[in-house]
């Protein structure tokens, strides 16, 4: 009768006050759910870090480092955007199921499905803090520090910070009930509340669908005319005058590149020409010769413009060379 007794006790616990480590049904089920928690938690976190680290770039550039270092990255910060839009509403779904399930007892508080995992992630950011942490250092003893890189390093150690917080006072709070709920709930709402000023500030930095197809065709349009430019400089390298009309290199077998797209050509001189095309967003005043020196001489306006294009003979090592030189 001693194991009738043992089921009647274990029986009449509460579902919060069973032993640790016991499952009331479902592990299997558990175990994903923690793990579709964590799994969007990172998308979250990486989405958060992509945006704010692009709006740094654009507000405090270090053209030190060079144009790719300094200028905002548009595949990064759609990525953020794209992020908070799928992986939030999946965390928070998630994260109110888990919390349902451990308010009824159907997870343990001493789980240990829920322990491992939670510590797993604490481990990836105590991981990341000390990482960030290590990283900031190298560069200040480098004389490397600068401003961005010391937002950047803060920012990573908020982000990595707030999940090692939460996650510890998660894993070590001793009631899902009454003001543990309470409190679970006002921390939501306020990562919440951060979470949507991330996704707004966003746009500070991303383009609109429209304006990022308008300047996919301007810069596919605008290597067409550097293709062009290109078979220009090879035609007359090869016959010493400049070709009369597009036909020209297209007919010419040895031509290493063929004009293509709406791009046309105007001879105006013995070495000069003109390469013209249609551009739907101005590049003026938007490059900067400092970070990009090879690129101030395509800047254009929007609509229908003209490249005036000049060869000159430099000499190179003692040799001529033939370069286009803007007018």
Not at 23 to 51: C, D, R, T
Not at 154 to 178: D, H, K
Not at 209 to 221: G, I, L, N
Not at 277 to 296: E, H, K, L, S, V
Request: net charge neutral.
């Amino acid at each position: 009768m001693a194991y009738d007794n043992t089921q009647h006790e274990q029986g009449s616990m509460a579902p919060h006050e069973r032993p640790a480590g016991e499952e009331q049904k479902n592990p299997a089920l558990h175990f994903f759910l923690y793990l579709v928690w964590f799994l969007s938690l990172g998308f979250v976190a990486s989405g958060v870090g992509s945006i704010l680290f692009q709006i740094i770039n654009k507000y405090f550039p270090d053209v030190l480092s060079g144009a790719y270092n300094s200028l905002v990255s548009q595949p990064v910060a759609v990525y953020g955007v794209a992020s908070l839009l799928v992986a939030v509403p999946v965390y928070f779904i998630i994260g109110h199921f888990i919390q349902s399930y451990l308010r009824s007892g159907a997870i343990n508080e001493g789980s240990r499905v829920r322990k491992w995992l939670t510590y797993i992630v604490l481990f990836i950011a105590a991981g990341t803090i000390i990482g960030d942490l290590i990283a900031l250092l190298v560069n200040i003893l480098n004389g490397d520090i600068v401003l961005r890189f010391a937002l950047k390093a803060l920012t990573i150690l908020v982000i990595a910070g707030a999940v090692f917080g939460y996650y510890l006072w998660e894993i070590r709070r001793t009631s899902v009930l009454g003001a543990g709920k309470r409190e679970h709930c006002v921390i939501g709402g306020i990562a919440l509340g951060l979470l949507i000023i991330v996704f707004g500030a966003a746009f500070l930095v991303v383009d609109s669908p429209m304006a990022a197809r308008e300047k996919k065709t301007d810069e596919q349009t605008l290597l067409w005319v550097e293709q062009t430019d290109s078979a220009v400089q090879s035609f007359y390298s090869r016959h010493d005058a400049l070709p009369t009309t597009l036909a020209d290199i297209k007919n010419d077998p040895l031509s290493y590149f063929v004009a293509q797209g709406s791009v046309t050509y105007e001879k105006t001189a013995s070495t000069s020409y003109k390469l013209c095309a249609d551009f739907a967003r101005t590049t003026q005043g938007m490059i900067n010769p400092q970070m990009d020196p090879y690129g101030w001489t395509w800047e254009h306006p929007a609509g229908h413009y003209c490249f005036d294009r000049t060869l000159e003979q430099p000499a190179v090592n003692g040799k001529p060379m033939m370069v286009p030189v803007a007018r």
